[in-house]
Each structure stands twice: as C-alpha cells, then as structure tokens.
C-alpha cells in the first residue's frame, strides 16, 4: 500500500504526484490543508515530523518525507521509465539540471512568497519552527525569478526536454517551477519564445492535468 500525503495547491507535493502518474504507480491520496494549518496538528507530525508536504507512506514501516527521497524511491523500485535517466552521462546530466530546476526556480518563487506574503508572516520557511520574514528576501527571489525564465527560455533554445533529449525529473520540476511563479505573478510570455512551447508541449502529457 502506498499513500501520497499531497496538497492540491502547493507544487512539491504537485512534482511527487506528476512522478507518481509518470511511473503509473497505484496509490492512495490523503489531502493535507496547509492554509488550515493541518500540517502542524499532532496527528500529521506522527506521520512527518518535519511538518511538510508531500511525504509517501510505502506499507507499515516506510516513511519518505521529501520530493528527492520519493524520486529516488519511486525511480529504483519502478525503473520504468526511467525518470533519472540510463546511462551514467544522462544521469548526471539530469541530476545537474534537476537541482538548477529547483535551486533557480523553485527556490527563488517561493522565497519572494514566504517573505512577501502577508498570510505567510512568521512563516518564511516551512517546517515546524516559525521564522520571520524578510521583506529584502522577496524583492531578490522575485529577480531570481525572473533570470530563471530568462535562463530557461534560452536553454530550451533547439531543445525538447530540459536534460538528456528525454522527458525526466528535470522537466517536472522545471514546469512546476514555472506555474508556481504565477503566485509572485510571473508568467511566461511572448519574450520568451522556446519556454512558451516547451511548456505547451508539457500540458499534452496527462501527468501534468493532475
């Protein structure tokens, strides 16, 4: 038995559920709601005391509480397809652009919404101790932002996939990082040509209408 603990409309437990659809694993869902505060009640703690989102439950005694371990899990116990890559080169190739995709992505989105967002005062980074904003942490992740579709749209120039000419675990967090940027209100457009269509070829892969 295997159960996704997810939130609809955060994007970590989004990157975990695309994976999952990917690799067409079975599995149950539990919904966690962040804006009700469930992921720090005491019950979720017993399940990942880290108070975050997703975590995987695999049977009685396995508990995986962070997107890298449910990637790696999923990625050896269901080797296809094979999201991390074959080869050795394709694996590094993908691991180095996975963690660009999260470090100049996703970092920077949600560090321009921790620190800017009234309802996230006190909140500036998840987990179960509270830290206080800082405004000047917004105006950078929001520039940060900025570059990464910069970036993106350039090395999308000639290319299909973000790593290794082939879908992987790269191009779900690089899309998940771009829709995730809506909240700090950026949004793909005419500037940036070869991201508008690497992410419109996206959409057609069921995973990503989850």
Known sequence: MITLYDCATAPNPRRARVFLAEKGVAHETVQIDLRAGEQMSEAYRRINPHCTVPALRVGDDLVLSDNAAIAAYLDAQYPQPPLFGSSPKDKAEIASLNWR???????????????????MADRALPG?????????????????????????????????????????VADITAVVAVDFARVIKLKPDERYPYLLRWRAAMAERPSFKL
């Open 101 to 119: 995709m999260e470090f100049e992505g996703l970092m920077p989105v949600a560090e321009a919404l921790r620190n800017g967002s009234p309802a």
């Open 128 to 168: 179960p101790v509270n830290y206080a904003q800082i405004p000047e942490l917004a105006q950078r992740g929001l520039a940060r932002a900025q570059r990464f579709f910069e970036d993106l749209n350039a090395h999308l120039a000639g290319r299909s996939f973000v790593a290794a000419e082939q879908f992987s």
